[in-house]
Every structure is written in structure tokens, then in C-alpha cells.
């Protein structure tokens, strides 16, 4: 058996819609330095923040699929986004911020997905694959609005919002 034999390749091109969601708590706070009000620095309790985003649109992609001698797959796909970014937060030891709700974000954007995955078949019922992904997602100017305990809401410009990953996976595959 020859690697360099290529026994079947295809090109599959894709359309869908994707929701991504990050939901982030804060706790355990430690204040470091301190510039601006004279407060002691080190740990402070009861710190449970969060900050939910979600990431959401319609999207297009293409993957290109090569199987080598009927036992190594090499897939590389990619994909073009549209997105519609919100997130919402909850500042706990904020009293002058409303609760559960502190804040805010809504924003448009893009964002880009790559994808490499190598597949091993040695036998009909197993398969291993190891893949890297990366994504890199980013929004335009958006609208930051804070609520306030006191009832009054305030809008400011929010700035560009960026979300980049990058992942290493490995894979089992048993087919019955």
C-alpha cells in the first residue's frame, strides 16, 4: 500500500445556522493594585458574577475529503459567518447595578472556522482521528447598555468584541 494512491476525494459545500453560547462565572476575587480609591488590596468574598454571550447566524462552508488506500481520511473544511452578538451580565457586588441583569451587549459581525482532520481506519469497525479547529469570530461597534439599581438605563458605544479558539481533539470510533 502506497500513501501517495488517492482512491476517492470530494467536495461538499455547506449552509446552516450556528448558535455558540460562552457562560462565564467570576469568583474567588483578588484585588492586586489599586489607582484610583484608597482600598486595601488582597482577597474580597462573595464575588459570583456573570458574563453570557451568545454568538448566532447563518453561515456557509466547504470541506474538501480525501481517503488514502481506504484506511487514511484527510478532511480540511472551512466556514464564513454572519453573526448577531448579545451578551447579558450580572455584577453582584455592584448595588448601584440592577439585578440580575448589570448590563448589556448587542452587535453585529463575522467570523471564520478552520478545520484539519486526520482519520486512521486500521480494521471495518474502528476508526481514530485526530482534528485542530480554530475560530476566530468578531463584531463590529454595538450598543453597551447598563442598568442601574435605581431604575435609569444608560447606552454608550460598545467597541469591537473578539472571541478566538483553538482546539486539539482526538477521537475513538467503534461502528456496529
Given at each position: 500500500?502506497?500513501?501517495?494512491?488517492?482512491?476517492?476525494?470530494s467536495i461538499t459545500p455547506s449552509i446552516g445556522y450556528s448558535i455558540h453560547k460562552q457562560n462565564l462565572t467570576m469568583t474567588n476575587g483578588f484585588q492586586s493594585i489599586d489607582l484610583i480609591l484608597p482600598v486595601e488590596t488582597g482577597p474580597f468574598s462573595g464575588l459570583n458574577s456573570t458574563y453570557n454571550t451568545k454568538w448566532q447566524g447563518p453561515f456557509l462552508g466547504l470541506s474538501l475529503n480525501t481517503t488514502l488506500n481506504h484506511k487514511h481520511n484527510i478532511e480540511v473544511s472551512g466556514q464564513l459567518h454572519i453573526v448577531s452578538y448579545y451578551a447579558d451580565a450580572n455584577w453582584?457586588?455592584?448595588?448601584?447595578f440592577n439585578h440580575p441583569k448589570s448590563f448589556e451587549h448587542e452587535a453585529n459581525g463575522a467570523g471564520a472556522t478552520l478545520n484539519l482532520e486526520?482519520?486512521?481506519?486500521?480494521g471495518k469497525n474502528l476508526s481514530?482521528?485526530?482534528?485542530?479547529?480554530?475560530?476566530n469570530f468578531s463584531t463590529g461597534s454595538g450598543i453597551d447598555r447598563t442598568?442601574?439599581?435605581?431604575?435609569?438605563?444608560?447606552?454608550v458605544k460598545l467597541d469591537q468584541v473578539n472571541w478566538t479558539?483553538?482546539?486539539?481533539?482526538?477521537?475513538?470510533?467503534y461502528e456496529l
Amino acid at each position: 500500500h502506497r500513501l501517495s494512491k488517492i482512491n476517492n476525494s470530494s467536495i461538499t459545500p455547506s449552509i446552516g445556522y450556528s448558535i455558540h453560547k460562552q457562560n462565564l462565572t467570576m469568583t474567588n476575587g483578588f484585588q492586586s493594585i489599586d489607582l484610583i480609591l484608597p482600598v486595601e488590596t488582597g482577597p474580597f468574598s462573595g464575588l459570583n458574577s456573570t458574563y453570557n454571550t451568545k454568538w448566532q447566524g447563518p453561515f456557509l462552508g466547504l470541506s474538501l475529503n480525501t481517503t488514502l488506500n481506504h484506511k487514511h481520511n484527510i478532511e480540511v473544511s472551512g466556514q464564513l459567518h454572519i453573526v448577531s452578538y448579545y451578551a447579558d451580565a450580572n455584577w453582584n457586588l455592584r448595588s448601584d447595578f440592577n439585578h440580575p441583569k448589570s448590563f448589556e451587549h448587542e452587535a453585529n459581525g463575522a467570523g471564520a472556522t478552520l478545520n484539519l482532520e486526520y482519520g486512521f481506519k486500521p480494521g471495518k469497525n474502528l476508526s481514530y482521528t485526530t482534528s485542530i479547529s480554530h475560530q476566530n469570530f468578531s463584531t463590529g461597534s454595538g450598543i453597551d447598555r447598563t442598568f442601574f439599581s435605581s431604575g435609569a438605563v444608560t447606552e454608550v458605544k460598545l467597541d469591537q468584541v473578539n472571541w478566538t479558539s483553538t482546539s486539539l481533539m482526538l477521537g475513538l470510533k467503534y461502528e456496529l
